[in-house]
C-alpha cells in the first residue's frame, strides 16, 4: 500500500503541534511542543522541510565527530521524500515547512534537497551559529499577527546558501572518510564490468550510490566535488575505455562487444561511441589494421 502523501496542515496534524495558520507555510519550535510524535513509519510529505536540532534519533551513534563539529545539524528534504522517524523527546530546533509553490524554483537550484537517505550536514561551531540564528529570525516574523511572508522567504534563501557552502566544507572536512567512498566506486566500477557472463545493461548512478549506502544525489555531489567529474561521466569513461580495447585487440564482432557492454543494441552501443569519439566503432577498428 503506498504511503499517504502529506500537505502542510495534515503533516502538522499527525506530528501532534500547533496548527498552521495558511495552507503553505509553518514554522515549528520544538521548545513548544510538549506532544510530538516521536515515533513513525515511512510518511511522505508534499513541501519542502528545512530542519535544525541535535541529535534525536535512537540508534543515533556519534561517529566520525570532528573537533570543532557542533552538536547540532541539518536536513532539507524535498515534496515526495519519505520520513520515518523514531527519536527522544526534543528540547530544541526547528522546523521549517513551506509550499512547493514559494520555493520550487529556488530550491531546484540545489541538490542537497534530494539527499534522500538523509545525510545530515553536520555543522561547525561557527555554522551552527549562523543557522540557528537564521531560523529563530525567520521563527520570530512568523509569530508576528502579520508576518512577512517575503521576509520570511529571504531567510530561507539564505538558509539554503549558507547549507550549499556548508556541505561542500563537510566533503573537505571528511575527506579522509569519503577517500574509501571514492575507491570502492572505481572497484565496484571494474567490477561490474569483469563478470564472465554478459553484463545486464549500463549500470545507474544510483546502483553505484546503492552499494555505499548514499543517495544517488549526495553519492554524485561526492564524486564531482573530489575528482571534477560527475559519475555518470566516470561510468561513460570506463566504458569507452573497454569498447576501445576490445575493438583494438579483440575479433570479438560489434555487437558481441555491444551486449558484453551492457548495451541492449548494437545501434545504441554505435550512437554512443560516435559521440563520444566523432567515429563509429567500425572506424576505429579499421584504423588499427
Known sequence: MANKIFNIKEFASYLNVAQPKND?????????????????????????????K????????KTDFLEDQAKSFMYVDCPQNNLEWDINIPKSGYNILVSARYINKLAKEYNFPHYNNHEALFLTKEEE????????????????????????LSYITLILSYTQVFYDRQFD?????????????????KQYFSQKEEVSGLPSVAFFAQKANLSANYFGDLIKHFTGESPIEHIHNF????????????????????????????????RFYRKKTGMSPKVFRGMQS
Open 24 to 52: 503553505d507555510l509553518l514554522i515549528i519550535n520544538f521548545e513548544n511542543e510538549q506532544n510530538i510524535r516521536l515515533k513513525s513509519d515511512s510518511v511522505t510529505i508534499d513541501f519542502y522541510l528545512l530542519a535544525i
Open 173 to 189: 572536512s571528511r575527506s579522509s572518510i569519503y577517500d574509501s567512498v571514492i575507491e570502492n566506486f572505481y572497484e565496484n566500477l
Open 239 to 270: 566504458v569507452l575505455k573497454q569498447a576501445k580495447d576490445k575493438l583494438k585487440n579483440t575479433s570479438l564482432s560489434i555487437s558481441e562487444i555491444s551486449y558484453s557492454l551492457g548495451f541492449d543494441y548494437p545501434n545504441y552501443f554505435a
Open 129 to 152: 551559529e549562523i543557522l540557528w540564528d537564521l531560523y529563530k529570525k525567520a521563527y520570530n516574523e512568523f509569530q508576528k499577527e502579520n508576518y512577512s511572508r517575503d521576509i520570511i
Open 54 to 61: 541535535p541529535p534525536l534519533e535512537k540508534n543515533f551513534k
